[in-house]
């Protein structure tokens, strides 16, 4: 598998930045590995899999054996769009009760 983006989207007020990220990466021709939270499932109004159309993968938040929460897992980086304090805060802190900190 070639490396891809990982993008995360957490409940933040710029929901929408996500989606456009999604479409410049189809656009560009990379790959996406896609993790949504509830929250920002809810403030998007739209789930993974009205998303999964952008994704080559889509991996449920809570799942922690998911290939993206291994650090040897092959990726071209990761952007979390939009990126909420709380999940800001627990991406500094090293808090991962969920796919996306990890």
């Known amino acids: 598998m070639d490396a891809r983006l990982v993008v995360g989207v957490s409940g933040a007020s710029g929901a929408p930045l996500a989606l456009r990220l999604l479409l410049l990466a189809q656009e560009c021709g990379l790959g996406v590995e896609l993790i949504v939270t509830p929250?920002?499932?809810?403030?998007?109004?739209?789930?993974?899999?009205?998303?999964a159309q952008y994704a080559e993968a889509v991996y449920?938040?809570?799942?922690?054996?998911?290939?993206?929460?291994?650090?040897?897992?092959p990726t071209l980086g990761m952007a979390v769009?939009?990126?909420?304090?709380?999940?800001?805060?627990?991406?500094?802190?090293?808090?991962?009760?969920?796919?996306?900190?990890?």
Do not use: F, Q, W
Not at 60 to 73: E, K
Not at 81 to 101: D, F, H, Q, R, W
């Open 81 to 102: 769009v939009p990126c909420s304090m709380k999940t800001l805060a627990g991406i500094a802190s090293g808090y991962s009760e969920n796919l996306l900190l990890r």
């Open 60 to 73: 449920d938040c809570a799942d922690l054996a998911a290939p993206p929460s291994s650090g040897s897992h």
């Open 39 to 51: 929250g920002g499932a809810r403030t998007l109004g739209l789930g993974p899999e009205d998303l």
